[in-house]
């Protein structure tokens, strides 16, 4: 999956595809370099980021959904709200990426019900203004299946087919570092769940906090690209259904490699 995002304030790429001409080449590019869907997204979910009403992200996503779709270039919607999906689907998007698990909006369970499109539900606790306050786990991993657990059962009781879900444990989102990390290791945890699971950690800020420069800074947004890749590859040794990335032709190259190899996927190991 190939990130797209159509926002000025985004974590790593904000502004710069902002306006639709460079939006759509770059939607087109990701394609090209190997993402089996492009994922737009109109409000930024970094953390303390502001909201943006339906109307502006509506006037962000779908003028460059229908452009791309007419490429012929498959995508996802990477929003909360229903509204917004709705019009993303009319335009083109065929599946809906929601961060929040459909809890920001209790109308998104109908919309995707009736369009019969696969359902990303992220692992959320909250918005962006205050999520990071929320990270409080006495066993992430543990806690984070439970919860996804519930979305799914939610979901389904909504009428939205349980073979058309898959799940994020939501790295960055009401998680610090050490959250993220575990949720790595024991990703065989989530995959365990029985549902295909999204695994998106690129360039995020605690890859940039493992990697600090001789002074002891977190190694910049653009300059994490290699620890991204180690962590798709993991992932998707692991089992995971599919990664999200920013560089998707770096990303696709190691996955190249790792499947020339004939390597088994690593053993799952469950916590005791």
């Not at 906090?209 to 290699?226: C, F, N, S, T, Y």
């Not at 993991?234 to 998707?248: F, N």
Request: charged share 25%; proline share 5%; net charge negative.
């Amino acid at each position: 999956m190939g990130v797209l995002n159509v926002t000025p304030d985004s974590f790593s790429d904000g502004g710069r595809y902002a306006g639709l001409e460079a939006a759509v080449a770059h939607g087109v590019a990701l394609h090209r370099d190997g993402a089996d869907v492009v994922d737009i997204g109109g409000e930024s979910t970094r953390p303390g980021a502001d909201r943006v009403d339906a109307p502006t992200e509506i006037s962000r996503v779908v003028p460059v959904i229908r452009e791309l779709a007419a490429a012929g270039v498959p995508l996802s919607i990477d929003t909360t709200r229903a509204a917004v999906a709705a019009a993303a689907i009319e335009a083109g998007a065929a599946v809906v990426n929601d961060v929040s698990g459909g809890l920001a909006d209790p109308g998104m369970a109908a919309v995707v019900a009736d369009a019969g499109c696969p359902w990303i539900l992220m692992h959320w606790r909250g918005h962006s203004r205050r999520m990071q306050e929320l990270a409080d786990y006495r066993d992430v991993v543990a806690e984070v299946c439970d919860e996804l657990r519930q979305r799914v059962d939610d979901a389904v009781a909504a009428g939205v087919d349980p073979a058309r879900i898959v799940l994020d444990p939501g790295l960055g989102f009401a998680k610090r570092g050490e959250h993220n990390w575990a949720l790595s290791a024991r990703l065989g945890e989530l995959i365990a769940l029985g549902r295909p699971v999204l695994f998106a950690a690129s360039r995020k800020s605690y890859l940039g906090r493992l990697l600090v420069d001789a002074k002891g800074e977190p190694r910049p947004v653009d300059d994490r690209e290699a620890a991204t890749i180690a962590t798709s590859v993991l992932a998707v040794a692991a089992g995971a259904w599919g990664v999200r990335v920013h560089d998707v032709r770096a990303t696709a190259d190691a996955l190249a490699v790792w499947r020339a190899t004939g390597s088994p996927r690593l053993e799952r190991h469950t916590h005791e």
